[in-house]
């Protein structure tokens, strides 16, 4: 059982590049999220899903888009990358409430030039 | 703006309990109380999580005061591997669906 992978582990991006990060479960778990943590905060939430076809904006959604055409999958797009977000991301999913105990991934370091 | 508040960091030493305090002193009626651990960049771990009572599982248990304005989280015997940053949730977005994080405890268990 994978769990929750995401790809790729570790990205070096130009500013003003594009790239897309990837992220996967195998659990059919409906809830899905993307987190950022810069060096020594907590996670923020950049972006959330419910379900297919469905996403809304969390705290820090700016320069990031997303889409959810499958259960499994919800990529996360960095649009024009620009060195403010230069961070370690991860994705995780989750059954709905009140069985909501959220799945992390093991994260993806993005550094942006 | 978390709506926890916990020590940066505390020490334990191995074998001992480790006793992690989280103040919640706004938390709703509704609103759970999670403890997540981070051990270095990995991704969080789920730990355990409460409403109003008591609850213990094979890693932890979770204490909540009746008035739910606190809770602690004891892990009954520290060992090197539970040297980690332990995040105290009880916010949660909107829909449920994802918890917001504020810059928990980081915990060092010696030998």
Redesign the interface.
Known sequence: NAGVTQTPKFQVLKTGQSMTLQCAQDMNHEYMSWYRQDPGMGLRLIHYSVGAGITDQGEVPNGYNVSRSTTEDFPLRLLSAAPSQTSVYFCASSRPPPRNTIYFGEGSWLTVV | D?KTTQPTSMDCAEGRAANLPCNHSTISGNEYVYW?RQIH??????II?GLKNNETNEMASLIITEDRKSSTLILPHATLRDTAVY?CIVRV?Q??????????TTLSVSS
């Open positions: 978390a997540y960049s990995q991704g969080p771990q789920y999580h995040y977005d829909a449920g669906t994802a918890l917001i994080f504020g810059k928990g």
